[in-house]
């Protein structure tokens, strides 16, 4: 059986970090997909962040959004 395509490393993230690149449409978690290329070793949201929320990483606050983010999107933060 082949390892999931991205990791989630607490429930209470927010993102998930692609194993693999994931082209558009890739399923992620909880019903959310990718919406655009997202590179191996990328972050990729799992539901909308708005601008000035928390990215939560390990179940902990690893930045802030500074701009709103679409499920599926890429994660700068």
Known sequence: MAPPPVLR???ADNIV????SLMPGA?????AAAVQRIPAG???AIRPIAKGEAIR???????????DIA???????
């Open 71 to 77: 499920s599926g999107r890429l994660s700068e933060d």
């Open 17 to 20: 970090i692609a194993r693999v």
């Open 57 to 67: 990483r390990y179940g902990q606050i690893i930045g802030f959004a500074s701009e």
């Open 9 to 11: 490393l607490h429930e």
């Open 27 to 31: 399923p992620l978690v909880d019903n």
């Open 42 to 44: 990328h972050k990729a």
